[in-house]
Nanobody, 126 residues
Framework: QVQLVESGGGLVQTGESLKLSCQAFGSNASISAMGWYRQAPGKGREKVAVMHFGEITDSADYALSVAGRSTISRDGVKNAVVLQMDSLKPEDAAVYYC?????????????????WGKGVRVTVSS
């Protein structure tokens, strides 16, 4: 059973930095993507940053709201990603969820699954 272990949420002041980590356990399938989404009160879940695991190179994409002040990195050995967010704003406050996309082949067919962590709360005080 796939398990996502998230860490790094908490209370920060406006302008400060935060690091969120997520490590995946329990699967031998290949990772196609891993990243972070967030959901603020009264709003839908939105992508923050996702790392796409490539065969040769990885690529990352970011929400416009965090681009330029966030960096997602991969620790392939540990099946983990780390999101560094700088210059935090009150509008960054939300519950942040780790997302994992797996894929594998069996008997000539492709399979993929999506998994979510339980979420970590980030509070930004002004």
């Amino acid at each position: 059973q796939v398990q996502l272990v998230e860490s790094g949420g908490g209370l920060v002041q406006t302008g400060e930095s935060l690091k969120l980590s997520c490590q995946a356990f329990g699967s031998n399938a290949s990772i196609s993507a891993m990243g972070w989404y967030r959901q603020a009160p009264g709003k839908g879940r939105e992508k923050v940053a996702v790392m796409h695991f490539g065969e040769i190179t990885d690529s990352a994409d970011y929400a416009l709201s965090v681009a330029g002040r966030s960096t997602i990195s991969r620790d392939g050995v540990k099946n983990a990603v780390v999101l560094q967010m700088d210059s935090l704003k009150p509008e960054d406050a939300a519950v942040y969820y780790c997302n994992l996309e797996l894929f594998w082949k069996s008997n000539g067919r492709n399979f993929d699954t999506v998994h979510w962590g339980k979420g970590v709360r980030v509070t930004v005080s002004s």
